[in-house]
């Protein structure tokens, strides 16, 4: 069978359902224990063979619909490719395009996961040259987060972030199906960096051992509690003492409409857990009060 000339594929978002930073490493990395779950919402990667390089002369070429995303080398997804071609000998030229939907900076793991979706779509291009180890390998060395997206469903992830191993299926079905509203206040975004320093600043107060965050995520998974029960971000006291509005409008949220609500990563997107009946448009029209009309607010399900 031929390979396709052309792909198409979604580079999903993800949210840390739990997440407890349990130290920082001697590298400069900080140790984890998370539970992520990738989303049915994401960017669209389109990937095509093209009969002769671009002018520049490199394999890859990128176009992108967001302003101020650069679409050169800096790029992950050219960075990915270029991975994937010195990894697996392949010399196909290739154009990709991105559609952007995931917010910049908003803890969503989207350059991450554009960056694997890369790889993805290249495999599929070459029919198939980079074995699924291969991939794994390349993952983890394109960052820190990115092998959560090779795994199609909700995982534990462990280290800085390159040990992924997946949720028990009983576990992950109390994760999956379930709807989600991201929120993020305009063109708000929170430095991974800076929020990783500012807990460094305070002398691991805001750290959870990982002894404690295994028993956690442990105690979860071997029983039946729902979603809600999981919730959990140890980088929220960093973030929120200088971004308050963040932490003001979960509490009018949760107090209004009785949801489990946090935020994702280092954010600065939050989220709220829906259960069947939820009044969306009341949910997205107090969160637009709350942060302004440009506020972006994204219906999704947890795959």
């Not at 291009?125 to 993952?139: D, F, N, Q, W």
């Not at 999956?176 to 708000?188: H, T």
Request: net charge neutral; proline share 6%; glycine share 10%.
């Amino acid at each position: 069978m031929n390979a396709p000339a052309t792909v198409t594929l979604l580079a999903p978002a993800k949210i840390n359902l739990f997440l407890a930073v349990t130290g920082r490493r001697a590298d400069g990395y900080h140790d984890l224990v998370s539970v992520v779950a990738p989303l049915d919402f994401g960017d669209a990667l389109t990937a095509i063979t093209v009969r002769q390089k671009p002018a520049t002369g490199e394999q890859f070429s990128l176009t992108c619909d967001a302003a101020g995303l650069p679409a050169d080398s800096s790029n992950l997804v050219l960075r990915a490719a270029a991975a994937f071609a010195e990894k697996t000998g392949w010399a196909e030229p290739v154009a990709f395009d991105l559609k952007k939907q995931i917010p910049l900076g908003a803890g969503l793991g989207g350059g991450s996961s554009n960056a694997v979706t890369t790889t993805l779509a290249l495999n599929q291009l070459s029919g198939g040259v980079a074995s699924p180890e291969a991939l794994a390998e390349l993952a983890a060395e394109l960052g820190s987060d990115c092998p959560l997206f090779l795994a199609g469903g909700p995982v534990v992830m462990r280290g800085r972030g390159e040990r992924v191993e997946p949720l028990p299926a009983p576990a992950a079905r109390r994760l999956s199906g379930r709807r989600v509203l991201l929120f993020k206040p305009g063109d708000l975004g929170v430095d991974t960096a800076w929020a990783y320093a500012q807990m460094d600043a305070r002398g691991g107060r805001d750290f959870v051992t990982a002894a404690e965050a295994e028993r956690r995520v442990g105690a979860w998974i071997a029983g039946s509690a729902p979603a809600e029960d999981l919730l959990f971000n140890n980088m929220e006291p960093a973030v929120f003492r200088k971004y308050v509005a963040l932490p003001e409008l979960l509490g009018q949220l949760r107090a209004r409409f009785a949801l489990a609500a946090g935020m994702s990563g280092s954010g600065s997107t939050c989220f709220a857990l829906l259960p069947g009946a939820a009044p969306v448009a009341a949910l997205t029209a107090q969160i637009r009060q709350a942060w302004g009309d440009v506020t972006w607010v994204q219906l999704a399900t947890i795959r």
